[in-house]
């Protein structure tokens, strides 16, 4: 019998010394020793200025680590520095420049805590996922090859110049933003993109049109995710993907300077266009009503890049992405009785209350409240029937600088079908009060039924109520993406299920969510109120807390 032993592999920490050598000397290092494809190189105050130092040669190294140098930190032009499981963390706060090719060993993580790190040189990932963390800036002025994934988990991932992650897949999660920059006119920025709760950007040259595409799917996961195109004043700015996908749960708000008022040739000026290869699944097209334009469900819209979602979407190939036309492609009004699948827009400016009255079973795609101008506008749907809304898609908007309760937009007595889909309740409300409370909310006393265990989604800015005391029987979860939901039944739950926040404040009171029921915390917060003003005398209980 023969014993083996090993030797354990040499892995140290190789501090750079005061001076610019080239990182293949040992009198760049306080060692001497030239750090190898196990050690991780530490810039630290031990350099008192700013330095641009040479690799001197190709390296490898498990890790790179600067930690309060006393001055920025790049690497010249020329060979290729290979990095390991250790991958880059940089916390000083000024930028860290990568003039070199730099490839990836593993998998591995790159995490910047402030200012930014821009790898100019390209990078080479050779199918291993990379992670980019930390609020600070990455900045990638050159191609990224080699396939594998990228994952953004903080701050914010720049493609600028000529940089293209196009063989990559990217996942962008919640808080953070991926922006395409340019100064070429076009290019694959990216594979598939995922946006996790996440933004998007795109923008624009004032000497030519700008095309930026994703070689793949554009899908839309959980949280409410922004994608935002912002042309040049002189031209126009477009993002093409081969298809969209939507998770339940995920709400995409695509907005942009005239976004699809202008078809994609010739180019409107000053305008933005989002395009899909495959056109996305719409509901409600091929209807029997007037206005059975089908809509991109938990989607909405805006034609300006800095606007909250002002109406619902469709896509047609010679615009691309647009919002639904409020003149021509909405009915006015519900009758009563109606069985065609419209897309209903309710309007008021006129500084009184309307209704519309449901007593009998009437069926229609989308429901919109628009409540605008003047104060005392609100809105009401009520009766005693059934208002079926096939898409399972709500928006109410108010687009006012504040609001009462005489601007409210309410679902009273009707019972909501949502005709087996998930339900997707969009609202902006401008309310008076702190924390965006009080004022005209979009509020629903209904029953809410028929959800095919697909759940509620609500997402918005301002505040929705569900309120009354007719029982909700939808079997799936109840998730917040953004905005103020308050929880306030009298004598039973709000929800039937699961309470799932994802960012947004969920404002209880006493006994909203069943006994049985998990609430779990993505982010955002909960508050246990007797009221919108009371800080206390509520009360609740569930099973489990999950945060």
Known sequence: MTAVFGCPVHADTLVKANNADGLNLPSSWTTAVVPGSNDTVRWDSTVTAARTVSLGGNQSWRGLDIVDPGGSVTFSTGSLLTLGSGGISTSPNFAITLNNAVALGEAQTWKVAANSLIPAGGVNTGGFALTLDGAGTKQFKKDITGG?????????????????????????????TLAYDTSTGSGVRAGNVTLNGATLTVGGLSSADTIESNSGVLSIGPGRSTVTISPNAAKNSRLSSTAFARQAGGIALLRGTNLGTGALAPALVNSSNIVFETPPPLVGAGGEGTTTLGILVGAYGDISNGGNGTGLLTHTPSHGIRLLDSSTEYLPSIADGQTQHDNVLLTNSSGALLTSTVNTSTAINTLSFRVSTTAGSGLTVSGTGTLKVASGVILGHQSFATSTAADSMILSGVTLDLNGREGVILFNTTNTGSGGLGGGPLAIESKITNDGGNGVTFCGSGLVKLFGTIPNDYTGPTTLLGGNLHLAKSGIPAIPGNLIIYNGSVINASNQVPDTADIIIHGGNLAQKSSLNSGSGASETFRDLFM
């Open 148 to 176: 594998g994934s990228i994952l953004i988990k903080g701050g914010t991932t720049r493609f600028s110049s000529a940089s293209t992650a196009g063989v990559s897949a990217v996942t962008a999660n919640p808080g953070t």
